[in-house]
């Protein structure tokens, strides 16, 4: 095995161009899917807090009354857990998109697999997870918000 230093991009197991190939439409796929599951978790977390402001407007502009403020928070509930449960599983999906990329990246050069190791994965995954947390924090916030926005509303029947 020859000498590696940093301006060396000398392979293990050299691979031929099909494979190469190969194996960089597959990272460039998983790449493009991470970032396509990272937009969706905001967008997710936007689009919830979204509903959330219109349910109050909603109810505030039709002065609705008990039943229809009873439905409004009901739904909050069920938008608020099925929200969450959207954001973990959008996790677990980037999480597979990574071990893809791990596993192509181990077939690419050593000053590849240098350049990628740059961030560690406890430093991404402490990030991603942190993110994780404060967007299901937010959705949470956001429902309890929405919650006291509809109880300071009147209650009587119409």
Not at 138 to 143: D, E, N, P, Q
Request: charged residues 20%; proline residues 3%.
């Amino acid at each position: 095995m020859a000498d590696i230093d940093d301006n060396d991009a000398v392979q293990e197991n050299p691979i031929d161009d099909a494979v190469r190939d190969e194996l960089a439409l597959i990272y460039n796929k998983a790449n493009d899917a991470l970032l396509f599951v990272k937009a969706q978790q905001w967008w997710t977390v936007g689009s919830t807090l979204a509903v959330f402001a219109a349910f109050l407007v909603i109810a505030k502009f039709i002065n609705a009354g008990a039943p229809i403020i009873n439905k409004l928070t009901a739904m909050i509930i069920l938008m608020t857990c099925a929200s969450i449960f959207m954001l973990v599983v959008y996790q677990f999906w980037q999480h597979n998109e990574l071990q893809r990329i791990r596993a192509v990246t181990r077939h690419f050069s050593p000053l590849f697999r240098k350049i990628q190791a740059i961030k560690s994965a406890k430093e991404g995954n402490f990030h991603r997870y942190t993110l994780l947390g404060f967007m299901i924090a937010t959705v949470i916030l956001g429902a309890a918000i929405s919650y006291m926005g509809l109880d300071a509303l009147p209650r009587w029947p119409r």
